[in-house]
């Protein structure tokens, strides 16, 4: 989903060196392997295989390809493992055609079954060569590459920036996109696609952005752009970039760590085009569990504690959030055969966790994994596992990886609420289009919020402790709210269910001292109210996260965020979660911390 992909057409010299190059300034957008596909005499010269790039040219070479004309592509895998044969590019049966692509062919099942039955040979596991297979049917019908490949798009359902070559249409690229970023590059002698604008900017600064649902026809002439909805010609002018290649790497956001919380309508749009078969069998395991255990650290293990939450109100099973470093500890005696362990980890390689996980197999336990990266140690020693597909995530902060998380874990909540029979069709049908309505409603609340949120760290930049209370979910959403606040900004913070205030805790409150209620319209919202007015009545600063047109607590608090309505109490710490994202990352601007990289902490923990 987050791969990079590159092409290019020179007036002369060689493709090769510019390819190799341009995927090196896409690196960050996933580097588990590589390829390339060049055009010479009417023949296509292929390179690729797992690895790193610098690897995979220290073994291949990449600039020898020859030709004037080739497209490449780096691969963050997320269907099929980072293996050679799943690098891309990905041809026809004949090798006439190459395609690389970035994103995730939600119907790429059945399209490979209906080809393989018209006798199309796959070789590897990735939806993407469906696509090649698909180019190769329509040119048979005696198509030109262009309308093939808009009838091609046309079958296909998700996310997507490809781009085609064919040795039918040597001079030729075919570029698409929907939803997945694609983006032309205008020069003298050149002409360029890329996934981002940082992969071409060293060699111009004119560059045309291509639209959701069009398609690009690249040639010795320059670019042409039509609607794939009727085939219209765009006429679209290039703009000037005045961005550093730095910068352009951040998409123009200062930060990664800002570019990444706005990634996060994308990421989740793509969390609901998952495997059906991978979140069932998750499902299948998870109800036949004698007890499960959710285990993980940090952000992760917040993921954990909202999704125990959810998996008890929907599906009616009972799960213990542990923390990874004391599970060996806790239960390593008591975890059993019965047992499951669902891992949640990003990295995957996260020592604590993966210890965790050696105990449950050395009991002989059930182990799941939910994770970012295909190919971590975490999928290669789970019994079956989910891959998020959230991309890489450059800042050492998790954000778009923690709420794709939760989305994963809700829906495997849903599924299994649905195995059991335990939630009305009518409440199922309203949750599974809530979680549809989510990646909209996190994009509002970041347009509508961002602003005030902004002015807020500036408002309580020198507070020296602050408080992060919630209740029932919330109480995980206050947690991943205050890590985000003391990783990144520095800034001592406490967080505990509202309920625990009176049990010490308040002893704290002096007047002026923030508390941050995460209080969503749910079941527990009476009890909180409650809690704000203690803290109130000792002088607190109450800073609220509440629904649109909560007047009881807007007319409580000192300062509030307010979330779009009817959010579902169960799905609310993805929504709810976006505004503390956004106060942690102001406040460590504010005093002038970096947010990508806070010092002491790396993005992988994989020491105890
Ligand atoms: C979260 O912002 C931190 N980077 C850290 O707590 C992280 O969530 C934790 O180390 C777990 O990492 P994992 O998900 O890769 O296992």
């Not at 690098?87 to 395609?99: E, K, L, M, R, S």
């Not at 549809?436 to 408002?459: H, S």
Request: hydrophobic share 40%; aromatic share 6%; charged share 25%.
């Amino acid at each position: 989903m987050m791969c990079g992909i590159f092409g290019c057409i020179l007036k002369n010299g060689d493709a090769a060196p510019i390819i190799h190059a341009a995927l090196k300034r896409l690196e960050y957008r996933g580097y588990d392997s590589v390829g390339e596909v060049t055009i010479h005499e009417g023949k296509l010269f292929i390179k690729k295989d797992q690895g790193k790039i610098d690897e995979v040219h220290a073994i291949h070479n990449l600039d020898d390809l020859p030709g004037r004309i080739g497209i490449g592509h780096t691969r963050w895998a997320t269907h099929g493992a980072p293996y050679e044969v799943n690098a891309h590019p990905h041809t026809d049966c004949n090798g006439q055609i190459a395609v690389v692509h970035n994103g995730i062919i939600e119907n790429f099942s059945e399209l490979k079954k209906e080809l393989e039955e018209r006798g199309h040979v796959f070789r590897s596991k990735t939806d993407t060569e469906v696509i090649s297979h698909i180019i190769e049917e329509e040119l048979k019908e005696g198509r030109a590459l262009a309308e093939a490949v808009y009838s091609a798009v046309e079958q296909l359902e998700g996310s997507y920036a490809i781009a085609v070559v064919s040795a039918k249409e040597p001079n030729k690229i075919v570029c698409a996109r929907k939803e997945s970023p694609l983006v032309v590059g205008v020069a003298e002698n050149a002409v360029y696609f890329a996934s981002d604008i940082p992969a071409f900017l060293p060699l111009t600064n004119t560059a045309v952005i291509v639209e959701d649902g069009e398609l690009v026809v690249l040639d010795d002439k320059g670019y042409e752009i039509r609607k794939l909805a009727d085939g219209s010609l765009v006429s679209r002018k290039p703009e000037v970039i005045d961005w550093s290649p730095e910068m352009a790497e951040k998409k123009g956001y200062p930060h990664f760590m800002l570019k990444e919380i706005h990634e996060q309508p994308l990421c989740l749009r793509n969390t609901l085009r998952l495997q059906e078969q991978y979140l069932d069998l998750m499902t299948t395991f998870l109800d036949r569990a004698g007890e499960v255990f959710l285990v993980a650290c940090g952000t992760s293990y917040h993921a954990c504690l909202a999704a125990s939450y959810m998996f008890s109100k929907l599906s009616m099973l009972a799960t213990h959030p542990i923390i990874a470093s004391e599970f060996v500890e806790q239960h390593g005696r008591a975890i059993n055969i019965d047992s499951v362990l669902l891992a949640v980890s990003q990295s995957g390689e996260t020592a604590d966790t993966l210890e965790a996980v050696e105990c449950a197999r050395q009991r002989a336990a059930t182990v799941l994994g939910l994770t970012n990266i295909i190919g971590s140690t975490l999928t290669r020693v789970a019994r079956a596992y989910v891959c998020q597909q959230s991309g890489p995530e450059i800042g050492v902060a998790a954000t778009k990886t923690f709420t794709s998380q939760l989305s994963v874990l809700s829906q495997l909540a849903l599924r299994l609420a649905k195995k059991r029979g335990k939630v009305s069709h009518v409440e199922i049908e309203q949750l599974e289009e809530k979680l549809e309505q989510i990646p909209d409603i996190v994009e509002k609340v970041i347009e509508t919020q961002e602003e005030k949120i902004k002015q807020l760290a500036k408002k309580y930049r020198d507070k020296q402790c602050f408080f992060f209370l919630g209740r029932g979910v919330s109480s995980a959403s206050a947690l991943e709210g205050r890590l985000k606040l003391l990783e990144i900004a520095y800034a001592p913070a406490l967080a505990f269910p509202a309920g625990e205030s009176k049990h010490g805790p308040i002893s704290l409150i002096e007047p002026g001292f923030p508390v941050i209620f995460v209080c969503p319209k749910d079941d527990t919202r009476k009890t909180i109210v409650g809690n704000i007015m203690e803290m109130k009545a000792r002088g607190a600063s109450i800073i609220a996260v509440v629904e649109e047109g909560d007047e009881e607590v807007k007319g409580l608090a000192d300062d509030y965020i307010e979330i779009p309505r009817g959010m579902p109490e169960v799905l609310s710490p993805i929504p709810y979660v976006i505004p503390q994202q956004l106060f942690a990352y102001y406040m460590a601007v504010e005093r002038n911390c970096d947010p990508d990289q806070p010092r002491n902490l790396a993005k992988s923990v994989t020491v105890k």
